[in-house]
Nanobody, 121 residues
Framework: QVQLVESGGGLVQAGGSLRLSCAAS????????MGWYRQAPGKQRELVAD???????NYADSVKGRFTISRDNAKNTVYLQMNSLKFEDTAVYYC???????????????WGQGTQVTVSS
């Protein structure tokens, strides 16, 4: 099994910053892409940003220039630095990883439990 544990959410005023972290642990042989998704009340879950094991990044248009995703492959950890936060960034943020367990024939999609980010206007 692979577990993803997120941290760093909280309440912040508009214009402020937060940094999310997500550490993968367990029977990990390899992790390919890692990313962050978010889901606001009444809305579908959406991609915020993702990053390949080689460091190639991809961002939703709504966060470009404000959010930065990075990862530490040695620690199987992905980060999301969120600056210039807006009220509309309020959501539960979920970590995602495409991982391969020891002895498993294929990569699987893993999800964290989610961390709440609330931006007050």
């Amino acid at each position: 099994q692979v577990q993803l544990v997120e941290s760093g959410g909280g309440l912040v005023q508009a214009g402020g910053s937060l940094r999310l972290s997500c550490a993968a642990s367990g029977s990990i042989f390899r992790i390919n892409a890692m990313g962050w998704y978010r889901q606001a009340p009444g809305k579908q879950r959406e991609l915020v940003a993702d990053i390949t094991s080689g460091g190639t990044t991809n961002y939703a248009d709504s966060v470009k220039g404000r959010f930065t995703i990075s990862r530490d492959n040695a620690k199987n950890t992905v980060y999301l630095q969120m600056n210039s936060l807006k009220f509309e960034d309020t959501a539960v943020y979920y970590c995602n990883a495409m991982g391969l367990e020891y002895g498993s024939p294929r990569f699987l999609d893993y999800w964290g439990q989610g961390t709440q980010v609330t931006v007050s206007s």
